[in-house]
């Protein structure tokens, strides 16, 4: 919390919200988003947070998911316990960024 009260915040809210979509999804289901989930310029103190080049939340979310398949030797079921996510939404979302075996 002290690391996002002590951001200046130049994007203002939308920032704030994608800063704390980013965490979501990189944090395991159930857990409290830690310093680790948010951007490296949040645990060094280093701005802006987001520029540019910066990738979406979608391709964000296609790596994390990508990231979990491997770790997780392809078992569709672990990843999406490990996504909190049901195994259909996982199904649709492989689907969607292409990453369907």
Same mark, same amino acid.
């Given at each position: 919390?002290?690391?996002? /009260? ?9 920032? %704030? ?17 830690? %310093?680790?989930? *948010?951007?490296?310029?949040? /645990? $060094? ?6 520029? $540019? ?6 391709? %964000? ?11 997780? /030797? ?12 049901? %195994? $259909?939404? *996982?199904?649709?979302?492989? /689907? ?6």
């Amino acid at each position: 919390m002290a690391a996002l /009260q002590a951001y200046a915040w130049p994007g203002n809210v939308r920032e %704030l919200k994608n800063v704390l979509e980013r965490a979501a999804i990189l944090a395991p289901a159930g857990e409290l988003l830690a %310093l680790e989930y *948010l951007p490296e310029e949040f /645990q $060094t103190g280093a701005r802006p947070v987001f520029s $540019t080049d910066d990738e979406s939340l979608r391709a %964000l979310e296609a790596r994390h998911i990508r990231r979990l398949m491997g770790d997780l /030797q392809g078992s569709k079921p672990e990843v999406a316990r490990k996504l909190g996510i049901g %195994l $259909t939404t *996982l199904y649709r979302k492989l /689907q969607e960024y292409g990453l369907e075996e």
